[in-house]
């Protein structure tokens, strides 16, 4: 198999999360499209670790993933206390900034 | 190289020390200004101290010069004995020596020095200058004593003796000067307080209108003299930097100059014309006679002091002082008929005239005066400088004293007015004393023997006649007579017949009647072109600017306190009397100084002005004129007189006058005098001078006695019957309408479209320039407002600003806030800059 | 561009077609969750490039690595996920205004990036072929974690604690 594969799938991935982060109001689906973003980068990790033989990747990989368990937990407590201020986690309303 | 080695001439203390004569009452004027109204006499103890110490410093000076003519040459006082009867009166040297010059002894101090010029200020003090010297502060001092008692009360007391003491410092040092700077700042003075002290009263408009004519007249004449000076100055100069080490300025060197026969004469003409015109305008000639007069709306201690006797001198004095000057460039020395004796003699006969038509007593004495000075101006064009000096010296004393009694009667008889027809007359018996004086002094003007006036005035006429100039001999002759007949009818007028006005007391009744009486004089008293329509008016003559009411309301000005109020004419107090008595007494003897007709009789010796007075006519050589030294009192010349033939006396018997002043001295030698000539007197010629004056008094006094006093019916009201006696009548009453001439005419001729012009060019030139300036700024203000500070300026600052403000508008989109246009700018500038990575690399 | 040939000849063409497979679902998948007018669809489908991930995990040789993933991702931050939506009110069934206003400026940000991504892939490892291994040992990884990536690791259980806190101290509703 090809590494360009892998490679090329996790930029899609990327790519897509790149558009929901742009293009999505509601803050959850941010943080989805962030978690799309992050497994991208997972999966280049593994790619690589399976092209270089070494198991780094698969070690890092790992860390991604527990840091993105981590960031989810904190980013969603953020947007429940958000949703509770503001009742709304449309992040275009939520903008206080003038511009 | 000379035969007789003469000694050195003596100096003195007091000849060196001259410069104090004027330099006390100067210091006196200025403590009258500072301390002199808390003085217990307010002031005139200094003047009269300064006065009287000048007089002492004068004496000692003029015995001193004395001493000096004297101890010139060993043959000196052989020289002075010789009679001579056949030759003429100078005294001749012996064995072909001439006289030795005496030189003046100069003082003097450098207070400028610019390249190669060096001005000067002191004294240099020779024969005429002593002789003034003297007399101005003895004057100075009589006129003090008197009006310590006259101008008592008045309102500006201090100031009065603070002008009159500036005065005199101010004549001193015109007398002393020994350069032309010097000289004008003499002259400049005297005319400054000449229009202070006209103009005394300056309440009164007639009074300061009166002082400013007098000074506006004189500076016309003045031009003349800035003119000439400097014209002199030019011609000089280079000789005077060559040969005698001096400058153009110096009188000596000028005198030198002129005679040396090296000066170009268009210099010396034109110089002596323009000096002549300077001597016209402050001593009162024709045709700038006119202020004079008007002159006695000042008191009358200025008229005595200065506008008979001493400042109106000082033009003679003038043409005396830079005599060769004139001798050269009038020339004098031909025998040609000179613009000063023309003039003289005008003023002679227009002055004597205008004098019989005034009702004012100070205004025929004024008129008398510019007619005397005529007769001095006459001596001078005509080569008679020493009797014209000499008269110089003999006037002074009796006009005077003339002014001086008129002061008295008008203070202590007229209540302070001046006209002989309304308040005056019949005086004699109350006032002894000064109908005395008055007489003393009037013989002496008329020049009757023995008084003063015979010597001089006499002399005068004589050396013009014999000097060839027939015609100017019998115009002296007749205004000898015409000054006899105005006399006359102002002696008439005032001390004889029935007493009239004031002098019949009739004046003390109420003082508002003598306001009333002021008011219409001082009315009538405006200036001449506006009461000239009331040429009819023969009642408050047009001619008479209200005689003197404005001198009698100046008087009323403080508490009098003099005791003349209500008892009627009385004789003045002593402090009037005494310098009347003193004067009077000079104007009888005062002729004893130089009576030349005597000289034949008891020597030449008796002729003191000629001896001590007159300059030599001798050539000194320059290698002896040295310049003074700062502050030193230095001989000139050390009076070795040359030997050469030219030295001597040009005679008549060669036929060709030759010597100073006709020849040019020998090279190495300067003359500072020229030889002039001296009229032998004869019995003929004084009897025929003699004979017109009596001639004249008997005229007029009997016409007086018949027309003022019996009022014969032929002669009164002869000017209305008669035209052409009337037409002359007006004629002189509006004095030959010379102030119309020259206040409406020439002045608004000249001065109206002058002023005209200089107001168009000031309101549509200058002001318009400036108009025009400010427009143009407000214009250039506002353009460069609109344009440049708000657009370009403005435009810059709000341009930062907007661009700021539009660049942070601009920008702001960027701080939306909103996460996903954060993301889109972060991942995209991040895609760009991988993309500029990879193409950077791969390139 | 032989190197898009998911066929190629020496290699299997099993892996590269279960590969294939599950690349064309992920896509999909992604793309729903990045278009969905549902928040709980966008949320399901997440899962299903959840679970395709994991997939791809186990073809690469790292099955640990899978089912972590499946483990705490699906298991947990899904779950995580469903109730932040469900506490968020998100509405039941089609919501409108799901997009931003400016949601066009993704595409054109996407696709660049994608292109840049891509050129730089293939041009680096465009023929690079993965080898061949087998599953990988679990006891490997834990080497690595327990001496090299020991440090690392005590940090991670420090973050978990302080990201647990964290949280619950920010959800707090006193």
């Known amino acids: 198999m090809l590494a360009v594969n892998f490679l090329l799938l996790a930029a899609a991935l990327f790519c897509i999360g790149v558009y929901g982060v742009i293009a999505r109001r509601n803050a959850v689906m941010v943080l989805m499209s962030i978690e799309l973003i992050l497994n991208a980068v997972n999966l280049n990790l593994i790619a690589f670790a399976l092209m270089t033989g070494a198991v780094d990747g698969q070690v890092f990989a790992l860390y991604v993933i527990a840091i993105a368990a981590a960031e989810v937990g904190v980013g969603l407590a953020m947007v429940l206390m958000i949703y509770r201020n503001r009742k709304s986690i449309a992040l275009d309303e939520l903008s206080e900034m003038k511009g | ?843 | ?174």
Not at chain 2, 572 to 595: K, R
């Open chain 2, 1 to 843: 190289m000379l035969a007789a080695e003469a000694a050195e001439l003596s100096s003195g203390w007091f000849l060196e020390n001259a410069w104090l004569i004027a330099l006390i009452p100067g210091i006196g004027f200025a403590l009258i200004i500072g301390f002199g109204k808390h003085l217990p006499m307010k002031g005139s103890e200094i003047g009269l101290l300064s006065m009287f110490a000048s007089l002492v410093l004068a004496t000692g000076a003029a015995i001193q010069w004395v001493q000096r003519t004297n101890s010139a040459g060993e043959g000196g006082e052989e020289a002075f004995g010789i009679i001579n009867s056949i030759t003429r009166s100078i005294p001749r040297a012996t064995e072909g020596e001439a006289e030795p010059f005496i030189e003046p002894v100069v003082t003097s101090w450098v207070w400028w020095s610019n390249a190669n010029l060096e001005f000067g200020i002191g004294s240099s003090v020779n024969g005429l200058a002593v002789l003034l010297l003297w007399l101005v502060a003895f004057i100075s001092f009589f006129v003090q004593i008197f009006s310590l008692d006259y101008v008592r009360g008045d309102r500006r007391y201090t100031h009065f003796f603070a002008s009159i003491t500036l005065f005199s410092a101010g004549m001193l040092v015109m007398l002393m000067a020994e350069n032309m700077v010097q000289l004008i700042l003499g002259w400049e003075i005297m005319g400054l307080c000449s229009f202070l002290l006209i103009g005394h009263w300056w309440e009164e408009e007639a009074n300061s209108r009166a002082g400013l004519k007098a000074f506006l007249t004189v500076r016309v004449g003045d031009v003349g003299l800035l003119v000439g000076t400097a014209i002199l100055f030019f011609g000089a100069n280079a000789w005077a930097v060559d040969n005698l080490d001096s400058n153009g300025f110096n009188i000596g060197a000028i005198q030198a100059w002129a005679l040396s026969g090296e000066a170009n004469t268009q210099f010396l003409l034109w110089g002596a014309v323009a000096l002549f015109i300077a001597a016209i305008g402050k001593s009162g000639q024709f045709p700038l006679h006119t202020w004079l007069p008007d002159a006695m709306a000042g008191p009358t201690p200025v008229s005595s002091l200065l506008h008979s006797s001493t400042m109106v001198v000082a033009g003679v004095f003038l043409v005396a002082q830079v005599y060769p000057v004139f001798w050269q460039g009038f020339n004098i020395d031909g025998g040609g008929l000179s613009m000063i004796a023309i003039i003289g003699g005008i003023t002679i006969i227009i002055a004597a005239l205008l004098a019989f038509v005034q009702d004012d007593i100070k205004k025929v004495l004024a008129y008398s005066t510019v007619s005397q000075l005529g007769y001095m101006m006459l001596g001078l064009g005509t080569g008679a400088w020493l009797p014209a000096v000499f008269h110089i010296f003999t006037h002074a004393f009796f006009k005077c004293c003339l002014f001086l009694c008129a002061g008295s009667i008008s203070h202590s008889a007229s209540h302070h007015s001046f006209d002989m027809k309304k308040d005056m007359g019949g005086l004699r018996k109350k006032m002894p004393i000064t109908f005395a004086a008055w007489i003393v002094s009037t013989l002496a003007l008329t020049g009757v023997f023995p008084f003063a006036g015979f010597w001089s005035k006499d002399e005068i006429i004589d050396n013009v006649g014999s000097n060839g100039y027939d015609f100017l001999l019998w115009v002296g002759l007749g205004g000898a007579a015409l000054t006899a007949m105005y006399m006359t009818r102002a002696t008439y007028l005032t001390f004889f017949g029935e007493p009239r006005g004031a002098s019949a007391g009739e004046y003390h009744e109420d003082d508002e009647h003598a306001e009333e009486h002021e008011m219409e004089h001082i009315s009538v008293g405006a200036p001449e072109p506006r009461s000239l329509s009331s040429a009819a008016n023969t009642g408050h003559g047009v001619g008479d600017e209200g005689s003197a009411g404005d001198e009698s309301h100046g008087g009323h000005g403080a508490d009098d306190g003099s005791d003349h109020h209500d008892d009627g004419p009385h004789e003045s107090g002593p402090l009037l009397l005494i310098p009347i008595v003193v004067l009077a007494f000079f104007a009888l003897f005062a002729g004893l100084a130089n009576p030349t007709p005597l000289a034949s009789r008891f020597g030449e010796g008796i002729e003191s002005m000629k001896k001590y007075v007159e300059p030599r006519a001798t050539p000194v050589p320059f290698e002896e004129v040295i310049a003074a030294g700062p502050g030193e009192s230095i001989t000139i010349i050390d009076g070795r007189p040359s030997t050469t033939p030219s030295a001597e006396e040009g005679g008549e018997e060669g036929g060709e006058k030759s010597g100073c002043g006709f020849t040019a001295p020998e090279p190495g030698t300067a003359c500072f005098f020229p030889a002039v000539s001296h009229a032998e007197p004869k019995f003929t010629k004084i009897l025929l001078s003699l004979g017109v004056v009596a001639a004249a008094y008997a005229v007029a006094i009997a016409f007086n006695v018949s027309y003022y006093g019996r009022r014969n019916k032929h002669l009164v009201g002869l000017t209305d019957r008669s035209k052409v006696m009337r037409g002359g009548f007006l004629f002189l009453k509006n004095k030959y309408y010379l102030d119309y001439l020259y206040e409406n005419v020439i002045v608004r001729a000249i001065a109206h479209p002058i002023s005209k012009a200089t107001y168009w060019f000031n309101q549509h030139v200058l002001d318009a320039a400036v108009n025009d300036v400010g427009i143009g700024a407000r214009k250039t203000g506002e353009w460069v407002y609109d344009n440049i500070d708000q657009k370009v300026v403005d435009g810059a600052v709000d341009g930062s600003g907007r661009i700021a403000s539009e660049s942070g508008r601009g920008l702001q989109p960027t701080q939306s806030g909103k996460v996903s246009q954060y993301g889109a700018l972060l991942f995209g500038a991040a895609a760009v800059g991988a993309i500029v990575l990879v193409l950077v690399n791969v390139s």
């Open chain 3, 1 to 174: 561009m032989n190197a898009l040939i998911l066929a190629a000849d020496d290699i299997s063409v099993a892996q590269n077609v279960g590969f294939g497979i599950i690349a064309a679902l992920m896509i999909f998948a992604a793309l729903s969750v990045v278009s969905s007018k549902n928040v709980v669809h966008a949320a399901l489908w997440l899962v299903v490039v959840l679970a395709g991930v994991a997939a791809q995990y186990i073809l690469a040789a790292a099955e640990f690595v899978a089912v972590s993933q499946v483990l705490v991702y699906i298991g947990a931050v899904m779950v995580l996920f469903l109730f932040g939506i469900m506490l968020t009110r998100a509405q039941i069934g089609k919501e409108p205004g799901l997009n931003n206003t400016g949601w066009a400026l993704g595409i054109p940000v996407a696709v660049v990036l994608f292109g840049l991504l891509a050129w730089v892939i293939i041009d680096q490892f465009g023929d690079d072929v993965l080898p061949d291994r087998g599953p990988t040992p679990t006891v490997l990884l834990s080497d690595q974690f327990l001496s090299i990536y020991i440090i690392p690791f005590f940090a991670l259980a420090f973050v978990l604690l302080a990201a647990a806190i964290g949280a619950i101290v920010l959800a707090r509703k006193d």
